[in-house]
């Protein structure tokens, strides 16, 4: 059945997808660095929606660590509603819009109420060259090989951040070459993460997964959380690793699944998170760069021959895994999610009321 699906077979094919991506991103490099560099500006803005919001926090914090530049991820909505609030300086912030369609209504709108505001540049992140937003944008980075029948991203989302990884690695000065490593490792990690996925996707004990992740990883935790309740309908949540003391683990307890994407940077804090955890009778999946936690523990573990930046779609592979085989067992058609559609066109006349609004106000 699993090779009948769109989503398993995009799942698992993000080892050549990534392979192409990495192959456009390497020749695009100098002209993302030269590009940079004629801008001048002091911060970038990432936005999106769904999955691509998702994408923005990551990307915006990946950014940020690689070239110490001031940048944000923020959902392409909150540019369009409250501008003030998320644009400190148009004139010197470059806009990154992500969208796997490109054509989605609040992206679209973002880009134009950024533009209004006397923003000058906007790159475009996207899976299709000939979509309204890359005609919108002045740069486009575009993950061709990894557009996709499914609903839910997968493929998309993991290539996506491939190009988010390589323009950040360009304008840090690091060596975006690294990632040409990803397509081997990646499928090493798909071909030990299928069996213990579907072993603990299949376990009808467990009515409620965490998502905990630091840093970058933060936003993979969220995409991570979206899966799950897109796909199987499960009770998801995300939380950055030691947020999930303040309060939710209230809710941790046997019937739990805690997961855990741990970093290097912040391995011992993150993983005192999850002993607790198992304390509290959670089960615990840890993706990680370090030893196992615990012989009781299902433990993935990343490949340490990359640098931190460059091993980051490695964390969404399990991930994805994980909400298939759990869709499946609860019965459910991965390829058709309940409610939801590939895209989310709106009437942006739909708008115009609140925009009137806050011209008023303002
Ligand atoms: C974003 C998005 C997806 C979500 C849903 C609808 O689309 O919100 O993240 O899974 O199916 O679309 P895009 O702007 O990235 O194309």
């Known amino acids: 059945m699993a090779d009948k699906q769109h989503t398993f077979r995009e799942i698992t094919s993000q080892p050549a997808a990534w392979a192409e991506t990495v192959g456009f991103m390497m020749a695009q490099s100098a002209t993302v660095r030269d590009a940079w560099t004629s801008l001048q500006h002091t911060s970038v803005l990432f936005v999106g929606c769904g999955s691509t919001y998702y994408l923005s926090q990551t990307a915006a914090a990946l950014f940020q660590e690689l070239t110490g530049i001031p940048a944000r991820g923020v959902p392409a909505s909150e540019l369009l509603l409250f501008p003030e609030l998320v644009l400190a300086d148009p004139g010197q912030t470059l806009l990154v819009a992500i969208s796997r369609s490109g054509t989605t209504t609040e992206t679209l709108l973002a880009v134009e109420r950024f ?3 006397g923003g000058p540049a906007v790159w475009a992140i996207t899976c299709y060259p000939h979509s309204e937003l890359a005609a919108a944008a002045d740069l486009v980075l575009v993950a061709e090989a990894a557009q996709e029948k499914s609903v839910v991203q997968t493929r998309s989302f993991s290539s996506m951040l491939v190009l988010a990884q390589g323009f950040a690695a360009a304008i840090g000065g690091e060596n975006v070459s690294l990632l040409q490593q990803l397509p081997q490792l990646g499928q090493e990690l798909l071909d030990r993460s299928l069996s213990p996925m579907e072993l603990l996707g299949r376990r009808s004990d467990l009515d409620r997964v965490f998502f905990l992740g630091s840093g970058p990883q933060y936003g993979i935790a969220n995409e991570g959380m979206l899966k799950m309740k897109e796909m199987s309908l499960s009770h998801s949540e995300a939380f950055h690793f030691l947020e999930f003391r303040h309060g939710p ?8 699944l805690v997961v855990g994407l741990l970093s290097q940077r912040a391995y011992s804090s993150e993983r005192q998170v999850l002993a607790e955890m198992m304390q509290l009778g959670a089960a615990v999946l840890e993706i990680t760069p370090g030893e196992p936690l615990d012989r009781s523990v299902q433990s993935l573990q990343l490949p340490l021959v990359l640098p931190a930046w460059a091993r980051l779609p490695l964390y969404l592979l399990p991930l994805q895994l994980l909400a ?8 459910l058609d991965p390829d058709n999610p309940r409610n939801l559609g590939a895209i989310v066109t709106l009437d942006p006349a739909g708008f115009t009321a609140d ?5 008023t106000i303002h």
Request: proline share 0%.
């Open 115 to 117: 533009r209004q505001s």
């Open 249 to 256: 683990k209230s809710l941790a307890g046997k019937e739990s």
């Open 324 to 331: 298939y085989y759990r869709t499946i067992s609860r019965q």
């Open 355 to 359: 925009f009137k609004q806050r011209d």
